[in-house]
């Protein structure tokens, strides 16, 4: 056997041990939830509390110092070689909170790979030419508070004062949980970052479909992210006993819902690529015996071409409009945070499509139907993303699965991207 081939089994072999332990770790981080027996870490939480102060262990065991900004994300630097001057930076980023009843690798598998990377850096001994940070963003998904983005949003300075006064389903202002969480809301313009010394942001992230299982290749490389519009529509009727109302004399909103929520069907059905969703629904009093008298239902609605999207919601608020003149039910529409569609950024897409090629593995481009954190990065940083083979392409459930294999190949691509980035500079 070679020289060169005893190395490259040796380092085989590093990037599996690696990648065996994000996996433990992702199973440490599971048991971190507000429900025995499911993953369920929203915003602001003890548990998403919790979650943060073993990420920040590790980021300290792979020799970053770390900090934690106003909305509570975590943030771990390692420094670049000290004989760089004025040394620029590269990101490495993912979420770690959850939807309810979650995976265990959406959004955490792009925080710990990320200190995967630099820890092996640390235990080698070895600096590149530009700091990496390593950015565990507090709310990707939105869950508690309705926000699109909360966590990288005001590091790419897109934070939105509003914002504050939104409430969770207890009546709790974002800003409250964001005092209890231990920020200052005051101070959050202050997080954002300069773009000046940024040479990039980068996540590792499950696919979340099934194209590279279907390819039998391990990892792919992402061109672009899909953009979304979102809303909360209510419908208010009449409450009344069920069994006393007459069926022709009935405000009932639910039944408002129902036709709503079918029309939602439809019109994602109607153009090529466009998907909507009702994820929500809230009817009351909430008893079996009485009419429901309001409705609160949500709408998320995606598609890459803006054009699309606005034709979509007009027709779906056109349904609206009707449904609740038919009914006599009163209506109102609120328009959601929302994202944009994202372009990788070409260049550094590029570098990354080369780390793929020279680890012998077969470019897969992938475009994204979920929202991502480098939506909001790209206001800051060129961006790109590193999909990972996950079964059948389930995600958002608890059947999210990937191998220590795909994990291992994931990390010598991104091994291989952060130091031709740094060595660009």
Not at 72 to 81: E, F, M, P, Q, S
Not at 100 to 112: I, K
Not at 169 to 181: H, K, P, S, V
Request: charged content about 25%; proline content about 5%.
């Amino acid at each position: 056997m070679t020289t060169k081939n005893v190395s490259s089994t040796t380092t085989a072999s590093r990037n599996l041990e690696r990648a065996a332990r994000i996996m433990e770790r992702c199973d440490r981080l599971a048991r971190e939830s507000a429900e025995v027996g499911k993953i369920s870490r929203l915003y602001a939480t003890p548990e998403l509390r919790a979650a943060r102060d073993l990420l920040e262990g590790w980021m300290r065991e792979a020799g970053m110092t770390t900090r934690i900004d106003n909305v509570g994300n975590l943030i771990g630097r390692y420094a670049a070689d000290p004989a760089v001057a004025d040394p620029k930076t590269l990101i490495i980023g993912g979420h770690w909170d959850s939807v309810r009843d979650a995976g265990r690798y959406d959004g955490t598998l792009g925080v710990l790979s990320g200190i995967a990377a630099v820890g092996g850096l640390h235990e080698a001994g070895m600096r590149l030419d530009a700091a990496i940070e390593v950015m565990a963003f507090a709310d990707e998904e939105g869950v508690r508070f309705h926000t699109a983005l909360l966590g990288s949003s005001p590091i790419a300075g897109g934070f939105d004062p509003a914002w504050l006064a939104m409430t969770d389903d207890a009546g709790i202002t974002l800003g409250e949980a964001i005092r209890a969480f231990g920020g200052d809301p005051a101070a959050i313009p202050g997080d954002a970052r300069a773009p000046d010394d940024l040479l990039g942001f980068i996540e590792v992230h499950i696919e979340q479909g099934p194209v590279l299982q279907e390819r039998d290749v391990p990892v792919g490389v992402v061109t672009g992210i899909t953009g979304s519009a979102r809303a909360e529509i209510v419908f208010t009727g009449m409450a009344g006993h069920a069994g006393t109302i007459p069926m022709s004399s009935r405000r009932d909103a639910l039944t408002g819902s129902a036709e709503f929520i079918l029309a939602v069907e439809r019109v994602g059905r109607s153009v090529e690529g466009l998907v909507a969703t009702v994820g929500k629904l809230d009817a009351e009093p909430g008893a079996s015996n009485v009419v429901a008298g309001r409705t609160v239902q949500t709408l998320d609605l995606r598609h890459p071409d803006p054009r699309v999207r606005d034709r979509a919601v007009a027709a779906l608020k056109g349904e609206v409009e009707e449904i609740g003149s038919r009914r006599s039910l009163e209506w109102t529409w609120h328009d959601s945070p929302c994202f944009a569609e994202t372009p990788s950024d070409p260049a550094l897409t590029g570098t990354l499509r080369e780390a793929i090629e020279r680890e012998g593995i077969p470019v897969v481009e992938l475009f994204s139907g979920a929202g991502h954190d480098a939506v909001t990065m790209a206001a800051i940083a060129p961006v790109t993303m590193l999909f990972v083979r996950c079964k059948d392409g389930i995600s958002h459930n608890p059947a999210e699965s990937i191998t220590v294999e795909d994990v291992a190949a994931a990390l010598a691509v991104l091994d291989r991207f952060a130091a031709s980035v740094a060595a660009q500079v």
